[in-house]
């Protein structure tokens, strides 16, 4: 029994309930930090909880341990991250979220600007993007393996599949959100054409556009393990199923720690284009 | 796990898809027994998971296999081609370290890349590799389909080959032996009455390819009839018992090819108290009892709907 989760535990449940007594500076760092180690403890007793003992034949009892723990997870991702491993797959991994991410941007995104502006368009397109949108990636790995092999390009395509229709859906909204008055005005003005989608649609769009490229790439980033499922021999969701195939599941726990520390870093870094002014305005809360 | 019968105890048998899910359920211990092929047992034993090896499935029953037209006529011919292996834990890789080294080749002269067993086929019919080797009805599915050559059929490779083992819990084993007897003992028999008729006319394996094909695996029993009698000794059920000079030569290549960190005594990660001596077994065994229509048509309700095929003939 780990007695640090026990005692973990109940000082961070503590802190949580004692939240609004917290100073504005520390409570930005010492809530997620309770929150986290409440998730820690709960995980760690979980594990204790699914131990067994093993009394065997000679009469020694073994201790049997079913799934790693929080400390064993630790141990794993510190060899990963020491031999350069973690390094190595986490620049595979980011670069096919890159790329395919990257192409279902350039062809989501003017597919639904023009879906959100045209209604013929939306007729034409949306069924079929809504149709395909709720198809799991995974069931997409034979066709990719057909049509693109075992190489990166099939794990590409399927990120892309992955996130183009999120990027078509959500920027078709953000256009079709658009407050008609911003639209009359400028006409009234004698903006049309092209000029006025450049100049009043794609920026009354943009921030709604972003938030939407946010959770695409999101889902892109949770793909990869399925989009690694191909025998491609590196990435964080090679690894994955390799260390599963290997029996180390101390390091499959500790990719997936990896996987969410680097999506945290993904979406702060998105993020940091809802600062642009060309963009802020349509935060009302920042 | 179990219900009583009269004739016996009657095991309940649950499909996987693959080994890393069967794997973890026999860790979490919601299964108490599996197959599984024999270096990924050695490896749980290894990794301190308490399993053994109780009995083996069969023998044989594995096939190389290269593209219909390729230009591969002999082992050799493999040297810097592509050939996918199911597991880096399964004995089709170490039998492919085996054979590199008795013909005298680098262990690095061809690319052995680890592909579903399910995958093997479509992987070679779309040339992503040069050819394959693993467990049936894989192999005698690219043979039926038409773009596939068997190479070498396991009995010229490494006769008595060993693919899959009887792996039970070592909980199971300590509290529930009589259980894993009678377990063992069921397998030893079919297995026997599987191959006692194979020479004269395996009626007994064409009842078996027709009910197993039908009610259990959504295979056709036409590829599981090939699988079982083309050539009758592609794969055989009897001689089970885990013998030590095969898995010591396994365990050493193991450890030699780095697929196992260390190596471990027989007795660590294998029980044979349980084989049963054959003449001793007897359970009695006439034919499987074939399915009714009905039987038929519910479990062909019951799997996916499949697009029609044309009526042969």
Redesign the interface.
Known sequence: MSTWALVAAPLAVLLLLLARRLPEGASRWLLPAATGLVAVSLWQLWCDW?S?D????DGKV?R?Q??PGPLDTLAGMVKLASDGQMLRHSVASLYRVAAGFGLACLVGVPLGLWAGWSTRAMQALNPLVQALRPISPIAWI?VA??WF??KDASAIFLIFVASIFPVVTGTMTAVRAIPQVYVRSAQNFGVRGFELFRRVVFPAALPQILTSLRIALGIAWMVIVAAEMI?VDQGLGYQIMDA????NYDLVTASMVFIGLIGIGLDAALRRFERLDEVRWGYSKQ | MTQHSASGTVFKAQKFTD??SM?EAL???KIDATFMIAPLAM??AS????VKICYLGHRDGSALVVGKDSPIRDFKDLAGKTVAIP???SNQNLLMQRMMKKNGMPIDSMVL???PPP?HP??LA?K?VDAFIVGEPHPSKAELEGYGRVLYLMKDLWPEFISCVLVVR??VI?QQRPLVQELVDGIAASGEWLDEDRETGAQHRKDAAFVVGNMFYSQKPELLEHVLTKPIDRVSYTNLMPPKETFDEIMDLAVETKVLPRRMEFAEYVDTSFAPDLLKVDVPFDRLPMPTEAQLAATKAASQPKPAEPAKK
């Open positions: 699914k067994y093993l009394t065997g034949g073994r049997i079913v799934f034979p393996i057909l092999g075992i025998a599963r195939n290997a029996n | 080994f890393p794997k860790i979490a211990r490896k749980l990794d301190g998971v308490p597991s880096r834990f890349k680890e592909v995958e479509s992987a779309s992503a070592e909980e300590l």
